[in-house]
């Protein structure tokens, strides 16, 4: 079975304040594609990061980052010295290639002033 | 990057009736495009897989005779949600897939069924 799970529903912090995200995923695929995505209150799905399988690199944009470890089944995202403007759900998603994309329910993240 | 483009972006409709979402992918063709429905505070979920020339392929609990599909070009799959009622108001999302590991998402379309 395929699954994704975030566990965190809501999040709450301070603008400045760093905050991860956590994600867990489940695949019996060998190859797979894990996904970021940002869902501002306009409700259009902004593509962050896309990672594959056979890439276990780290990644940094800006004051965004993402580790991927495989040993745990986790690919965690990270935003650093966060503002307001990133206050949106964020979705955690799975793609075992070409075919259903598995998303999980999704962080609320809320930035204050 | 690729666009694709859902149309309407909002629609309220009267019980009964029926609404067509059309989803197209502006700048690549897409032989596979995918319906998926979200309701309020929660996540994505699929609906259906929208195959150009053949019949979608529904998802478990999805009535195949509500939701009707047609994809009848590379860039074009609508979505006709059949005598609409409330608890089908939802935001109705598709997205065109480009490569094994890329697809594109339409910005949604909000139904409201009174």
């Known amino acids: 079975a395929q699954k994704v799970t975030q566990a965190q529903t809501e999040i709450s912090v301070v603008e400045k304040e760093d905050v991860t995200l956590d994600c867990v995923y489940e695949t019996r695929d060998t190859t797979y594609y894990l996904f970021w995505y940002k869902q501002p209150p306009s409700g259009e799905l902004v593509f962050l990061i896309r990672r594959n399988s056979f890439d276990e690199q780290n990644e940094i944009s800006g004051r965004y980052s993402w580790n991927f470890q495989k040993s745990t089944s986790s690919f965690n995202f990270t935003i650093t010295a966060s503002q307001v403007v990133d206050s949106a759900v964020y979705f955690c998603?799975?793609?075992?290639?070409?075919?259903?994309?598995?998303f999980g329910a999704g962080t609320r993240l809320f930035v204050k002033a | 990057g690729a666009v694709v483009s859902q149309h309407p972006s909002r629609v309220i409709c009267k019980s009964g009736t029926s609404v067509k979402i059309e989803c197209r992918s502006l700048?690549?063709?897409?032989?596979?495009m995918f319906w998926y429905r979200q309701f309020p505070k929660q996540s994505l979920m699929l609906m259906a897989t929208?195959?150009?020339?053949?019949?979608?392929?529904?998802e478990q609990g999805v009535e195949k005779d509500k939701f009707l599909i047609n994809h009848a070009s590379l860039t074009l799959s609508t979505l006709t949600v059949t005598s609409a009622h409330p608890e089908d108001s939802s935001f109705y999302i598709c997205?065109?897939?480009?490569?094994?590991?890329?697809?594109?998402f339409g910005p949604g379309t909000r139904l409201t069924v009174l």
């Open positions: 929208s195959n150009e020339g053949s019949k979608a392929t529904y």
């Open positions: 700048d690549f063709q897409a032989t596979t």
């Open positions: 997205s065109a897939r480009l490569r094994v590991d890329t697809q594109y």
């Open positions: 998603a799975l793609d075992t290639g070409g075919f259903k994309t598995i």
